[in-house]
T-cell receptor, first 110, second 112 residues
Framework: KNEVEQSPQNLTAQEGEFITINCSYS?????LHWLQQHPGGGIVSLFM???GKKKHGRLIATINIQEKHSSLHITASHPRDSAVYIC????????????FGEGTQLTVNP | DAGVTQSPTHLIKTRGQHVTLRCSPI?????VSWYQQVLGQGPQFIFQ???????GRGNFPDRFSARQFPNYSSELNVNALLLGDSALYLC???????????FGPGTRLTVL
């Protein structure tokens, strides 16, 4: 079992829909990251969380440390949101290296 | 400020050859990490360097090595290339040992 599990693996939505991507992890963490990867490979950091909730524009990230679970929400989705969304954790015992989930491929259709 | 830069962008090698990938972090960032991303999978941690010292190593064979220079730039070296080393190699920098990591565009390595 991977230390970081994401669901769903693939997600197709219509423009304007509310989207949720989930991430579960099995280790104690010091931080959780949500990343966005576009075709071609470039990775952009969206959020870094250690507790609670963060919001940036139409993106919201939440984390529940007790349940070892995080969610990334996209409100009013747009075709330009189409990308792979990756959850990654920094564990308390492995220093500051990131352990990544497999990613969620999001496609938003107009 | 320039972001994290990596060179080369693409590289084609044959089995058994050696390759050197380069990374320049964001100015002022002292920590550099290397990741390997095989097609269709999430990235895997290879190395982390901070202040020119190795701070972590992932589950990769000794054919993989790295170093960090006084200007905090870094090189990843892979010897005796195998077909399975074909991947996108990502470099990320951060100012210290904690905080947001900023990723470079990656080097796509193809081993034939």
């Amino acid at each position: 079992k991977n230390e970081v599990e994401q669901s769903p693996q693939n997600l197709t939505a219509q423009e304007g829909e509310f989207i949720t991507i989930n991430c579960s992890y099995s280790v104690g963490i010091s931080a959780l990251h949500w990343l966005q990867q576009h075709p071609g490979g470039g990775i952009v950091s969206l959020f870094m969380l250690s507790s609670g909730k963060k919001k940036h524009g139409r993106l919201i990230a939440t984390i529940n440390i007790q349940e070892k679970h995080s969610s990334l929400h996209i409100t009013a989705s747009h075709p330009r949101d189409s990308a792979v969304y990756i959850c990654a954790v920094e564990s308390q015992t492995s220093g500051s290296r990131l352990t990544f989930g497999e990613g969620t491929q999001l496609t938003v259709n107009p | 400020d320039a972001g994290v830069t990596q060179s080369p962008t693409h590289l084609i090698k044959t089995r058994g050859q050696h390759v050197t990938l380069r990374c320049s972090p964001i100015s002022g960032h002292k920590s550099v990490s290397w990741y390997q991303q095989v097609l269709g999978q999430g990235p895997q941690f290879i190395f982390q360097y901070y202040e020119k010292e190795e701070r972590g190593r992932g589950n990769f064979p000794d054919r993989f090595s790295a170093r960090q220079f006084p200007n905090y730039s870094s090189e990843l070296n892979v010897n005796a290339l195998l077909l399975g080393d074909s991947a996108l190699y990502l470099c990320a920098s951060r100012s210290g040992t904690y905080g947001t990591q900023y990723f470079g565009p990656g080097t796509r390595l193809t081993v034939l």
